[in-house]
């Protein structure tokens, strides 16, 4: 009787089967990993951007308010539809807020932004506000991304300042109570 010796050169089934189980483990670890690398990178883009926009609309307010106050005209401040207006004139408009949703149709605002005013009980030259960053483009519910605080001084101002609720904006008192939406500026 012969004997014919057998050459392993290939793999057996079970070989081929543990190979294809942890290629197939690798590839499903791997794709985890990068969706995760994409949100937190997503999450990160749209904080620092919300938070970019929130100090913006706080330069806005302080630059646009001191400019007309030293001109010594009757104004008042108020936002809508994310654009800050004095009067009736846009103070800041974004443009680069406006996206497509899903990359195509319609342009709709990134963020949706609130802001609201409180006259300093103590000092009645200080004009505290509020700017809200809501996103209106990720996530639907519209959480709360960014608060941005600040202050700033009216200087030997002998006019009259008030804060009142405009019926355009959303109820900031809702959200941060002792705020109204609207700072208004009168000479008289």
């Not at 994409?38 to 970019?52: C, G, M, P, V």
């Not at 009142?164 to 939406?181: L, Q």
Request: glycine share 6%; with cysteine.
């Amino acid at each position: 009787m012969r004997r014919i010796s057998k050459n392993k050169r290939g793999f057996t089934l079970v070989e081929m089967m543990l190979s294809l189980a942890i290629i197939a483990i690798i590839f499903g670890l791997t794709t985890a990993l990068m969706m995760s690398i994409n949100d937190s990178f997503t999450l990160t883009y749209n904080l620092n951007d919300a938070s970019d926009y929130a100090v913006l609309y706080g330069y806005g307010i302080e630059n646009s308010v001191l400019a007309e106050v030293s001109k010594g005209s009757a104004t008042e401040w108020h936002v809508k539809d994310s654009i800050l207006y004095y009067n009736t004139t846009p103070v800041f408009e974004p443009s680069q807020m406006k996206t497509k949703q899903n990359g195509t149709g319609p342009l709709v605002d990134k963020w949706d932004v609130w802001i609201g005013f409180q006259i300093d009980p103590s000092n009645k030259s200080l004009i505290n506000y509020v700017v809200l960053i809501y996103d209106n483009y990720y996530d639907p519910t519209k959480p709360l991304i960014c608060r941005y605080e600040g202050s700033f001084w009216l200087p030997h101002s002998s006019a009259k300042i008030s804060v009142g609720h405009s019926g355009e904006s959303p109820d900031i008192a809702s959200v941060v109570p002792g705020y109204d939406n609207k700072l208004i500026y009168s000479t008289s």
